[in-house]
């Protein structure tokens, strides 16, 4: 009774109830028109030519019904019900139900409709004209008596109508839900208004159809003009849909056809689930081609275009039957592959698809290879949406694309778009739009490139907190009243307030970075110790790693470090109620070591962000936050304020150091930071050769012709270049050789462990002599351990920087950290032994 369409099948365990239905359907059908049908017989040839004119074009037009545009066969429309309508209301129920019969076998016929749902089909139409003709019946008398329509007449045909198309909807919305189970009313809602237009409009012609047929038969095939030029109208407005749905260079479908197509087959999968059925995923394949860009620079859009029509031809020859190829836009391709029972057979389209472009394109003599990128998003595991399913298969197919490899399925530790790290950076963009507020002060009429008013080079007054005080910015940004830094001057209001108990004021300035600094500029040496645990540290002497730790443990909650105050509260209170602000972008600095002579030769400047709710954020997290948006360039100029800025108070009071900043490939890529630079060096009055720009090989590697203008114009300004993280890109040899570089920095990962894997030694071993012979300055990152810094120093290493010698620390804290450091060469320290304690120093001990 079944067959293969899917249209005439029934999900399993329904078929029961549902054939029950339709047989006592067929059954009332047969009791209520066997009768007239009998009678029928007798009338044939008393009927008229009206009669005949009207069948023949009832089953006629059911031979071809209208399906409207982004409908299935479902919701076709038959004009056959406007003329079957119209018989009953002039000849009877008899002849309207032999009429039907006869349109519903044509057009069940043209449509490969099963036996059964055709049958149904006329069972149902049986029973809505039964309807419709006892609701005539039940009038005054004859309709159209003496040839004239009265007011009866028009009451009994409109009963008649909703008769008609009540019994009708009823029985095929009964069969729906007997068929597809809880899932049919929203088809059923969704599709009511629909056929009240389509099928109301059609029964409310019969009338018409009638009158005309008093008058003359001749008339009633004129009704075929309007009706078909309702169809072609229709049928032109379906070919301009299927035109905004395809693409029009390649002929698939386009992205708006993707999406209905994606959520049909979403709604069709979701039925399958509710059944349990093994085949009840859906995966949506994102193809974006490697290298298209370079064949449109080079031989042209037309070439291009080309490239594409082949590339949509194999991927149409790659998939399977039932799967859909869509153009996105540009190189983009999407490929809906439906039925799946698992994420293998998704993998195993895609390797279908990987395999289509491994033959190059042949075009114009030249072979073109088109390989590309594919992410494999899966539903429900990944989504239940078109968005969701569409921006998870964006998400793997970069990841595929970073790593380097031909197909990525979604996971979720692979989105660095969601929605924690969107909010991350709207925080990061408004702590670096608002900017610290100048309290008092003068501000000079000088402006660097971001449209910040800049302050000379002066000596650092020592009523003024050296950090988070900047001059106010001008044209609105460091307004008064309640203006975006209205946050920190609250802080600053919070900083003098004093409580009851010291040991909570001393924890609360403590963990607090501006409560801790003005405390330092209004208290003097004679503050309170620290309490951390069982410890005691004076303000004086506390070792800037320790309060260090005391501020993360705070920021990031973590139990056992900072005890508990009188009240029952933390120390981390007050960051609660800073939870609707973006929190602080602050500069630390780690000191760099001449491991020959135990010297500070210079700092370099990290960046660390506390975040009311977050803590102290990831630096890592930072950089990979910013780095993919406008943000990045807002992120570099605060960082080079601040740098020269600082170098410009360690000139005034007297110390002399060199200061390093890492730059990202965006900034090297655009060329302003070569300008900005400058600018600030000029304005603060700091030599060029004080700073020194960091950069990696991977932003070498991106567009290196780009970046190696950026860095000679930095060279000839004066400021030193330096190759970060030396020995983990594919190009090191050739950088040493070109770049006008005056360092190199050997990557921790070599340095933390050369003193326990060979190996790692002699690798750090070769890059020292290798940069030396290029007269190139080598510093050591990672040094943690005392026997790191021998062996650095017996291989020729000429600068240090690790925990072993101090960690990361603000400005303030790093002039109070000097002031405490004693030079330690490598002979002196003979017999000392052992590693540095964590957070402690041997150079300054």
């Known amino acids: ?66 399906v409207p545009p982004g409908r299935r066969q479902t919701s076709a429309v038959f004009p056959s019900t406007c003329f079957t309508f ?82 009708n909807y009823g029985l095929v919305s009964s069969a729906v839900r007997l068929r597809f189970g809880d899932r049919w009313w929203p088809s059923v809602r969704s599709g009511l208004a629909y056929e009240l237009l389509s099928t109301g409009s059609l029964l409310l012609l019969a009338p018409v159809l009638v009158a005309a047929a008093r008058a003359s038969a001749a008339l009633i095939p004129l009704v075929l003009v309007p009706l078909f030029a309702v169809y072609r109208m229709a049928r032109l407005s379906e070919e301009r849909e299927q035109l905004a749905d395809v693409d029009p260079l390649t002929g698939l479908p386009n992205r708006k056809a993707l999406l209905t197509e994606v959520a049909e087959q979403v709604h069709l999968h979701g039925e399958r689930a509710a059944r349990g059925a093994p085949d009840a995923h859906l995966a949506l394949l994102l193809l974006d081609l490697d290298r298209f860009k370079h064949v449109n620079d080079a031989l042209g ?63 114009d003599g030249l072979p073109l290879d088109v390989g590309g990128a594919i992410g494999i998003a899966l539903y ?135 409560r801790r600094r003005a405390a330092r500029a209004g208290a003097g040496p004679g503050a309170g110790p620290l309490v951390v645990g069982d410890a005691e540290f004076a303000p004086e002497t506390a070792d800037a790693d320790v309060t260090q730790d005391a501020e993360a443990a705070v920021s990031t909650g973590a139990p056992g470090v900072i005890g508990p105050t009188a009240d029952g509260s ?43 709710r977050r803590g102290m954020v990831d630096p890592g997290e930072l950089i990979q936050v910013a780095e993919q948006s406008a943000v990045m360039r807002l992120l570099t100029r605060r960082v080079v304020d601040d740098v020269v800025e600082q170098l410009a108070k360690w000139s005034a009071a007297g110390l002399t150091l060199r200061a390093a900043l890492n730059v990202s490939v965006r900034d090297l890529h655009t060329g302003e930071i070569a300008d900005q630079i400058a600018d600030r060096l000029t304005r603060y009055g700091v030599p060029p050769e004080r700073l020194q720009v960091e950069i990696t090989e991977g932003a070498l590697m991106a567009d290196p012709r780009r970046v190696l203008a950026s860095i000679t114009q930095l060279h000839r300004i004066g400021v030193g270049i330096a190759l970060d993280d030396f020995g983990t890109g594919y190009s090191s040899l050739q950088h040493l050789r070109r770049l006008p570089l005056s360092e190199v920095k050997v990557d921790r990962s070599f340095v933390l462990g050369m003193a326990e894997d060979p190996d790692d030694a002699a690798i750090v071993r070769s890059m020292i002599e290798l940069a030396g012979a290029l007269g190139l300055r080598v510093v050591a990152e990672g040094v943690e351990d005392e026997r790191t810094w021998r062996l650095l120093h017996a291989a020729g290493c000429d600068v240090a920087q690790g925990w072993f010698h101090a960690r990361p620390m603000p400005a303030e804290d790093l002039v109070a950290w000097l002031s405490r450091y004693r030079p330690v060469r490598p002979a002196e320290a003979v017999g000392r032994g052992g590693p540095a304690p964590e957070g402690e120093s041997k150079a300054s001990s």
């Not at 082949?310 to 039957?321: F, I, K, T």
């Not at 709207?426 to 009429?445: M, N």
């Open 1 to 66: 009774m079944e067959t293969g369409d899917p249209r005439n099948s029934v999900p399993p365990g329904r078929s029961g109830p549902f054939f029950g239905f339709v047989a006592a359907i067929g059954a009332v059908a047969l009791l209520v028109s066997a009768g007239p049908l009998v009678a029928l017989t007798d009338r044939l040839t008393e009927l008229p030519a009206a009669f005949w004119t009207m069948a023949v074009l009832a089953v006629a037009c059911d031979a071809r019904p209208f």
């Open 86 to 167: 119209a018989i009953l209301l002039g000849w009877g129920f008899g002849p309207a139900v032999a009429v039907q019969a006869v349109a519903v076998a044509v057009s069940g016929w043209r449509l490969g409709y099963a036996p059964w749902r055709t049958g149904f089909n006329a069972a149902q139409y049986a029973c809505a004209l039964a309807a419709a003709y006892a609701v005539t019946r039940l009038g005054p008398g004859e309709l159209f008596g003496g040839g004239r329509l009265h007011w009866t007449d028009v009451a009994a045909v409109g009963g008649a109508t909703l008769a008609w198309f009540v019994v």
């Open 301 to 363: 859009h037309a070439v291009g275009d080309r490239l594409l029509v082949e590339v949509s031809a194999r991927l149409m020859g790659a998939v399977g039957a039932g799967d859909m190829v869509a153009r996105l836009g540009g190189d983009e391709f999407a490929i809906v592959v439906p039925r799946l029972t698992d994420i293998d057979q998704a993998r195993e389209r895609a390797g279908r698809v990987v395999a289509a472009l491994a033959e190059p394109v042949p075009l």
């Open 380 to 514: 429900p595991d990944h989504g239940e949406d078109f968005a969701t399913l569409m921006r998870h298969a964006d998400v793997a197919m970069y990841d595929a694309k970073h790593r380097n490899d031909t197909v990525a399925v979604y996971a979720p530790e692979s989105d660095h778009n969601s929605a924690e790290r969107l909010s991350l950076l709207a925080d990061l963009r408004r702590v670096l739009e608002s900017g610290p507020s100048a309290q008092g002060g003068e501000t000079v009429g000088v402006r660097g490139g971001d449209g910040a008013a800049l302050t000379p080079a002066l000596p650092v007054r020592a009523d003024r907190p050296a950090r988070n005080q900047r001059p106010a910015r001008e044209g609105g940004r460091g307004r008064s009243g309640d203006g975006p830094n209205r946050w920190l001057r609250r802080r600053r209001d919070r900083a003098e307030e004093r409580h009851d108990d010291d040991l909570i004021e001393q924890i609360l300035t403590r963990a607090d970075p501006i």
């Open 570 to 612: 933390t120390a981390g209170a007050e960051a609660d109620e800073q939870a609707g602000h973006p929190g602080e972008i602050t500069m630390y600095y780690q000191p760099q070591i001449a491991i020959a002579t135990g010297e500070v030769v210079g700092v370099e400047a990290l960046l660390r962000w506390r975040h009311p």
